[in-house]
Structure formats: structure tokens, C-alpha cells
């Protein structure tokens, strides 16, 4: 069993920025993936960024050069910078780790934290 535990997400201006972090738990697993996704009423869940064990890194079209992914292996945690925030960043952001216990490929998710942009 994997816990995934996320902090970061409030009320943001415009322009502004926040950083999400989320941290890994758990006996005897290794991480492969974790990635950031959103969700906005009304809206499908997305995958806004990710980043593999060994750093290569993928965001979605609408969050590049705006949101940087990045890991502390150490930690066994991801933070996603958001910066020059706008309104329709708006959603609930969910961490994602794709992991292997023992053997057994997993995929976990975290509770969710909510991020509002707005003036």
C-alpha cells in the first residue's frame, strides 16, 4: 500500500503562482512515474504534467513554459511550480504515481487539492 499525501492548493490571483507538493509513503515500493492531474467542473480529468524515475519530464499544451514538474527522490516527492496562473487553472489537482510493489505494477492517487484562480 502506497499514501499519497498532497499539500499546496488555495486561492490564487491571476498571474500569481503555488507550488503543489506531493509525498509518497508506503514498505517496500519504487516510484516510476508521478504525475499532476486536474479536474474542472463539468470537465474530464487531465494530465497536466509528469516525470519519470529518470527525470525526463512531459506537460500538457496548455501549461508549458507556465508550470515546472520535479522530484526529490530522497523524499520520494513531486512538486509542480505554477506560475502566471490564470482563471481556467481553476480545478482540483491530483497526484498520480504509477509504482511497483515487489513485483506488481500499481497505480495510486492522492486526495486531490483545489486550486482557485481568481481576482
Known amino acids: 500500500q502506497v499514501q499519497l499525501v498532497e499539500s499546496g492548493g488555495g486561492l490564487v490571483q491571476p498571474g500569481g503562482s503555488l507550488r503543489l507538493s506531493c509525498a509518497a509513503s508506503?514498505?517496500?515500493?519504487?516510484?516510476?512515474?508521478m504525475s499532476w492531474y486536474r479536474q474542472a467542473p463539468g470537465k474530464e480529468r487531465e494530465l497536466v504534467a509528469g516525470?519519470?524515475?529518470?527525470?525526463?519530464?512531459t506537460y500538457a499544451d496548455s501549461v508549458k513554459g507556465r508550470f515546472i514538474i520535479s522530484r526529490e527522490h530522497a523524499k520520494n516527492t513531486v512538486y509542480l511550480q505554477m506560475n502566471s496562473l490564470r482563471p481556467e487553472d481553476t480545478a482540483v489537482y491530483y497526484c498520480n504515481a504509477d509504482v511497483t510493489v515487489w513485483t506488481t505494477p500499481l497505480t495510486y492517487w492522492g486526495q486531490g487539492t483545489q486550486v482557485t484562480v481568481s481576482s
Open positions: 516525470i519519470t524515475n529518470g527525470g525526463s519530464t
Open positions: 508506503g514498505r517496500s515500493f519504487s516510484i516510476n512515474v
